[in-house]
């Protein structure tokens, strides 16, 4: 008897490249399975999942996490900047309004 098979999304993105394909894997497929039957490590270069963090709409998951119906599987990109940091330099300080200037 076949396998039942369950529909996952893989995708990643940068600045360059935006990857999402759809695919039918069997039940028990894990995150790192469903990468590797994607395609994306040989369409991407630069992929390296010993360095990049992986899960499943925005949750931080293991390669070894199974997979359910629906699963959104993302590849995460390493941080340029500290959120922290950039909100901090976008910070303007606003001068208090001294009011009209006076007449000479």
Do not use: W
């Not at 039942?4 to 935006?18: F, G, K, M, P, R």
């Amino acid at each position: 008897m076949a396998a039942e098979l369950i529909t996952v999304q893989v995708c990643y993105a940068s600045d360059a490249v935006q990857f999402l394909r759809e695919l039918k894997v069997p039940t028990g497929t894990t995150l790192e399975q469903a990468i590797a039957a994607s395609g994306v490590l040989a369409d991407v270069p630069g992929i390296d999942l010993t360095t990049m963090q992986v899960g499943i709409y925005a949750k931080k998951k293991t390669l070894d996490t199974v997979l359910r119906e629906h699963d959104r599987v993302e590849i995460y990109r390493p941080l340029i900047a500290d959120p922290k940091n950039a909100r901090r330099r976008k910070k303007v300080v606003v001068e208090p309004d001294a009011g009209p200037a006076p007449s000479p």
